[in-house]
């Protein structure tokens, strides 16, 4: 027996005794009936192969790992970052249980969502009544200022009109019948969690900006000097939108952030449990229409939502989620531009020491080969940045990506000389991933903590960016946009450059004349 | 300090039945009456714990239920290690349910196993229009020219497949009988079925029955001998382990473990359990079903057991062993002797730092009953506790073997509720899901997740109980819990019932 009292072993040692090793090998001999080992060692061995790839990349119905969730997981995401606002998604309720849980898994935070319960009976009548009731049990019990509602696949698929359904419910008195309840349909079997979170927030501003569902006239623009700021999903939506308030302050521009969960994503251990904190306003969501631009970080988080804001008459600008050193400049000088306000100094310092970061590490990324995979705007912001540093995102991959974020992504490598032999892949899986890291090794895989898998199997080290990261802890409270966010991916990728040469010189005696001390 | 068990027993039933009432308060009056059939302060001697369960949840509650496909795909068919389970539709279902439940196994994953890769038709508009069945057709002829040595393929159903009409069933048979009388295994999990998880428990044990028993040929018969102590481990997920470290000790009292349902399982290990003299059921909820089946059609009697805690472990090893002679009772004695001095380290040093300390649970299966055993051998004492998705016979089996006099029972409890309990009952620790962990960290509370162990674990027998006795000692005695209030602050008056 292994176990013992004083030195509790876990799962990751006490499973390697001898008495469990033989229990496990003799379960397998005995019950499993397993497949001759030179058979999976042969079938492991052709999974490497060009010919497997192929075989891989002619696949047209099954997806296998892929990366990218469903719409309504963006919804949620974009509702609990309006001011006491409780997401409602109108379905099968085993949906919100997941949502909540992933969520939660990210940002180690609490995650407040309801669903509207729709068992057999509403697939065959319809959910109105789940709505009716459902709205009533919400507001009472979780005294919302808002509650934002979208829907699973279930209510997509039998026809649900939110509509209608929420305006029948305020005239059952489920709601008070000013009391907002914005709406977006959010089909799962439509794009992606990204595709969600633009409906969702295009939906809160229609309500506002259009008149409440008929309810209230429509608001009139009187434009102002306020700029109105959209991060788009974001796992460190966290330190991202802190970071980008500190610039707005620092350049004196007015701003609101819209769908601001930066705070209720991170809330204090104080003996206090805040189901709703923080969040753009909703007077402020309001008047985010008078604004006089709006930027937003990611162009394929927001593909209606800007048509939608500049068909009420102020600019939008759209960036690829900005890393790096143009790429932020590109921001800041939007940003100056658009108000009218100087890029104070201080900022020219961070630059200043970004670049000098670069240039003192520049000789351990310079050349390196990455592959990365993502939301389509994340990789395109940190394919950008690589190519600053003189590497090559050889394969960037995005399951949500489509053909026209393959031409981004082309053009993007044709500007550059580092980028020749680099190749975007758009409604690609990480299986399609596994088998290019194979065919076309590279040094470093960037991505979500499911790239974990793709390390164990071909060797390549990953670099955690991205969401979800769920097996490593707090990198979402710091920012990666800005220059000082930029820094923190530099010093992300120098830390895993690093670390795999000291694990591939540290052998006693056989590779340690490499084991530097300084690198 | 805990306010749950100061008092006497009758001012603790006044206590709790108080607190029911006021959070009864909140609800519009029709789901208050509803609620109110969900929530009870247990009395000694009653059958069960006098609440209503396995019922509609109500919209906009916030429950912490999922659904069926959860029910199937992510509690009795993933961990079926040599299968490929698609998850059948939209994407999300099996991204969310991708690898959390820490089903562990051994095996190449991606080439002889398959537990922690996300297999999914990834269904789009056009799907949805005109049906998914040529698709799934696709999708199977595509994992079988990848995945070759897959042993078999189940459909797991998500939410649209019901609701479009595709015929999942048709496609099956013309694959089966296109790769060879392969086993492939439709599960009609959609989530909308059912209440809960345990209608996909259910729906999930039927497709064993239909799909894999029923199709059993004289080729697919497993090979090995039998024994007059062949048992199975039924309704054990192997999470962080827990099966393994519950074999070893059948094994050790000299029985054969021949099948593992379902963590670290394999179609083979399905395939030959008829052969089995004793199926030895943990999780109870999620695998009756095909315990009942399998002593109705193949004669193989059935046994629960409770391997958490050494009292209960004790208690059920002996139990097992009553179904054999005495070559095994004797074997169930030796075990016991032989972790004794491991129990007795292990309870001298956990029990002086947990001594009367108080849990309020709330979990799914059968935890919010079998752990309070383990509580108890360390001192502590369950105050509160609840299924997420429990019937009637899980209250009864609480009510009879489990929850003391006074214990407060809340079944499919809502976020708003647990909230209140808690802040009002102040318990040293709450054992939950990963959506109530933060909420009650936030209020101060010392937390462990008891569905996944909070990635710990096993927690399942002698080797199992090391880890839990540690784990809880670890949450409660954090030293973090004494900084929340920081010390410039008044301390607030805790919103107390007593208090008031």
Not at chain 1, 47 to 58: G, M, Q, S, V
Not at chain 1, 427 to 440: A, I, K, N, P, V
Not at chain 2, 316 to 333: H, P
Request: proline share 5%; charged share 25%.
């Amino acid at each position: 027996m292994a176990q013992n009292a004083e030195h509790v072993l876990d799962h990751f040692e006490l499973f390697r005794g001898p008495e469990y090793q033989q229990m496990l090998d003799n379960k397998k001999k005995m019950y499993e009936n397993p497949r001759d080992p030179a058979e999976v060692e042969r079938i492991r061995e052709w999974a490497k192969t060009p010919e497997y790839r192929e075989k891989n990349f002619a696949r047209e119905a099954l997806t296998v790992n892929p990366a990218k969730a469903c719409q309504p997981l963006g919804a949620v995401f974009a509702s609990v970052g309006f001011e006491g606002t409780l997401p409602f998604v109108h379905g099968s309720q085993g949906c919100v249980a997941y949502y909540r849980s992933h969520l939660s898994r990210h940002f180690k935070e609490p995650s407040s969502c309801v669903s509207s319960s729709m068992t057999e009976d509403a697939a065959v009548f319809g959910g109105l009544n789940n709505m009716i009731d459902g709205l009533a049990n919400s507001y009472n019990m979780y005294k919302p200022r808002m509650i934002a509602v979208s829907t699973t696949c279930m209510a997509e698929v039998i026809g649900d009109d939110l509509n209608a359904f929420i305006k029948t419910s305020k005239e059952k008195g489920s709601v008070p019948a000013e009391f907002d309840v914005p709406f977006a349909h959010t089909p799962a079997f439509v794009g992606s969690h990204v595709t969600g979170y633009d409906n969702a927030l295009k939906g809160i501003l229609e309500h506002f900006w259009d008149g409440k569902a008929g309810t209230t006239p429509k608001l009139e623009r009187t434009p102002n000097e306020k700029i109105n700021f959209i991060g788009g999903f974001d796992g460190y939506t966290v330190g991202n939108l802190r970071e980008i308030k500190r610039i707005f302050e620092l350049m004196g521009i007015q701003y609101t952030i819209l769908a601001d969960n930066s705070d209720v994503l991170d809330t204090p251990t104080d003996g206090e449990f805040r189901m709703y904190d923080g969040g753009t306003t909703l007077e402020d969501a309001a008047n985010a229409v008078h604004a006089k631009a709006t930027i937003s970080m990611q162009q394929w988080c927001t593909e209606k939502t800007l048509p939608f804001i500049s068909d009420h008459g102020h600019e939008v600008v759209a960036f690829n989620y900005p890393v790096g050193v143009s790429a932020t400049d590109e921001f800041l000088m939007a940003l100056s531009r658009i108000s009218g306000k100087d890029i104070p100094d201080k900022l020219a310092r961070e630059r200043g020491r970004l670049i000098d970061a670069m240039a003192d590490s520049n000789a351990h990324i310079h050349g390196k080969k990455f592959a990365i995979y993502g939301d389509p705007d994340l990789c395109y912001g940190l394919a950008a940045f690589l190519l600053e540093l003189g590497a090559e995102p050889i394969h960037v991959l995005s399951t949500n990506g489509n053909k026209a974020w393959e031409a981004k992504l082309r053009a993007l490598f044709a500007g550059s000389s580092f980028g020749q032999n680099c190749h975007a892949y758009p409604g690609r899986d990480l299986w399609h991933m596994r088998s290019l890291l194979f065919t076309e090794p590279v040094d470093f895989l960037i991505g979500n903590t499911y790239g974990k898998y793709l390390e164990r199997d071909t060797g390549t080290p990953l670099i955690r960016i991205g969401f979800p990261i769920f097996d490593r802890h707090h990198h979402h409270r710091y920012p990666v946009w800005g220059y000082q966010g930029s820094m923190n991916i530099l010093v992300k990728i120098l830390d895993a450059i690093f670390e795999d040469i000291d694990k591939k010189t540290n052998v006693a005696g056989k590779t340690d004349y490499s084991f530097d001390i300084i690198r | 300090m805990s306010l749950v068990t100061t008092g006497s027993v009758a001012e603790i039933k006044a206590r709790n039945k108080q607190l029911i009432e006021e959070v009864l308060k909140v609800y519009p009056e029709k789901t208050a009456k509803r609620r109110a059939k969900h929530l009870n302060v247990h009395e000694d001697g009653k059958s069960d714990c006098g609440v209503k369960s396995n019922l509609k949840s109500i919209p906009g509650v916030m429950t912490i239920r999922g659904c069926a496909y959860a029910g199937s795909k992510g509690v009795v068919w993933g961990p079926i290690k040599d299968m490929i389970h698609i998850s059948h539709g939209p994407v999300g279902c099996g991204q969310y349910s991708w690898g959390s439940r820490r089903n562990y196994y051994i095996g190449t994953t991606g080439i002889d196993t398959f537990v922690t890769l996300q297999f999914t038709s990834d269904f789009q508009e056009k799907d949805i229009v005109f049906g998914g069945d040529k698709k799934l057709a696709k999708v199977i002829d595509e994992i079988q020219e990848l995945f070759p040595l897959n042993n078999g393929i189940t459909i797991q159903s998500e939410c649209p497949i019901g609701l479009i009409g595709d015929d999942i069933e048709a496609v099956s048979r013309v694959k089966s009988k296109e790769y060879g009388g392969k086993t492939f295994v439709p599960v009609r999990c959609e989530g909308f079925r059912g209440v809960s998880q345990s209608l996909g428990h259910h729906i999930a044990n039927d497709a064993v029955r239909d799909w894999v028993f029923d199709k059993i040929t004289p080729e697919s018969k497993s090979k090995f001998e039998s024994t007059p102590y062949d048992v199975a481990i039924i309704g054990d997920y192997n999470i962080g382990g827990d099966a393994w470290s519950s074999r070893i000790l059948l094994e050790e009292m000299g029985l054969r473990v021949i099948a593992q349902w379902s963590g670290d399982g394999s179609l083979a290990e399905l395939e030959a359990t008829p052969k089995a003299k004793l199926n030895v059921l943990h999780c109870y909820r999620s695998m009756n079903y095909i315990s009942r089946h399998m002593e109705e059609k193949f004669g193989i009697p059935w046994c629960e057991y409770n391997f958490f805690g050494p009292s209960k472990i004790a208690e059920s090893l002996r139990k097992i062993a009553g179904y054999f002679d005495d070559r095994i009772k004797e074997g169930a004695e030796r075990v016991i002797a032989k972790y004794q001095p491991l129990v007795d380290a292990v309870i001298a040093k956990y029990r002086p730092r947990l001594e009367g300390k108080t849990v309020m649970l709330f979990v799914g299966g059968l935890r919010p009953r079998h752990v309070i055993g383990a509580y108890e051998d360390l001192g502590m004492e369950v105050a509160g506790t609840g299924y997420e998705f429990g019937h009637n016979d899980d209250y009864q089996r609480t009510a009879q073997h489990y929850v003391k006099d006074g214990t407060l029972i809340y079944d499919d409890v809502t976020g708003y509720e647990f909230e209140r309990f808690v802040e009002k009952m102040q318990p040293d620790l709450v054992g939950s899901g990963i959506k109530e962990k933060y909420v009650f960290q936030k209020m101060g509370v010392p937390f462990r997740q008891m569905h996944s162990w909070d990635y710990s674990g096993p927690y399942h027998g002698y080797d199992g109980f090391a880890i839990f006795a540690r784990d809880m000692d670890m949450a409660i005695n954090s030293p973090i819990w004494k900084k929340t209030k920081a010390p410039w602050k008044d301390v607030a008056n805790p919103k107390l019932l007593a208090a008031e």
